[in-house]
């Protein structure tokens, strides 16, 4: 199956962990997806996050695929393969953390490690049906992780099982503690573009869990995307022009990082003032209640017949990168399909309380689990049965 690339067993632990073929693992090269990696040497130390994940006792056994350089949103990868979505086989798997997605959604693994500059972990996990998580910038240490910089990328978990993200964090960091707290998160729901099926699905999601949800804007989202993709786009050139002229990158790859190479100076200037702004106008609004309510994803993902005959979707990342700009966690949450199509949930917290948005989306999947609960029940309870 193409969502590993490498086979691994580090660890003796019975959690299986599954890591982003950008992260390194001592003694593996890692090669990103990537031809302009094929000759690199092997890894001499674990990233930090792969020390951690070793020493909490989970046992690493493969390393995930993803979309070429982690630059991409659909997931494809014409060298390494690209991984079936197990959910939803005909569209793509989303990207870049295509791979650790695809893993935990077909039961390869408890857990999957990736890494989100612009919604690589929650763009590929709302593909396939999954839970992940952007913690708040810095939280983990990014050391070991391709590239080397950056002021947007963050590494997290992803998992098909709530309960298995949230004890990866608590294990791998100890001042992440979500406690049991029962109380009603107070959310405000964003105003946001999308589907309307999308829109309807989250609506009805938020009902059965008994939330009225106050509708609220942030004037800046527009803006906060332009400025995220303005420094993805120079950090990334940064970190991976060289290899342009060198015959070994995928024609999608190629093509972005061309354009990449045009980002001005005053894009990047005008991009870090929307950052300063955009954060504080997030964390203004989050002072009025813990958690922000959205789609993860704005429309339904490509189908990968269309992605494969090289169409593009970068705006499907419009309602996650700009939380990439601003640092705050950002947590995908899995919503019923709608006609056999993927719908997802995104709450976001405030920077550092990382814990309290988990448990609101705890609160939410045990009310939407007692919802169930209690329709069966009505059913059983009715004469005649």
Known sequence: MSSLIQHLGLGTGSK???????IDIAGYPTRAGSAALADAPAAERHAEIVERTLEAGYRIVGKANLHELAFGM???????GTP???????????GSSSGSAAAVAAGLAEVGIGTDTGGSIRVPAACCGVYGLKPTFGRLSRRGVIPAYSSLDCVGPLSADLEELIGFMSSIDAGFVVGSGEAMPRLCKLDVEADVAILGTLEAYLEDAGLAAEKRTLPLMGEAYDAAMALIN???????GAWLDSGRLGSDVESRLRAAAKTSEAELREAEAVRQA?????DRLLETCEVLALPTLP????SRTAAEEGQQDLTISSLVRPFNLSGHPALSLPLPPSRGRPVSLQLVGRRGDDAGLCRAARYLVE???DK?????????AQPGR
């Open 367 to 369: 009310a939407q689990r």
């Open 278 to 282: 955009f954060t504080v106008e997030v």
């Open 74 to 80: 659909t997931g494809l990868n014409v060298l390494t």
């Open 234 to 240: 120079r950090e990334t050139y940064i970190a991976c």
């Open 84 to 94: 079936e979505n197990p959910r939803f086989p005909a569209l793509i798997p989303g």
């Open 372 to 380: 169930s609960i209690q329709i069966i029940g009505d059913i059983y």
């Open 299 to 302: 429309h339904f993902p490509l």
């Open 16 to 22: 299986r962990v599954v890591v982003k073929d950008s």
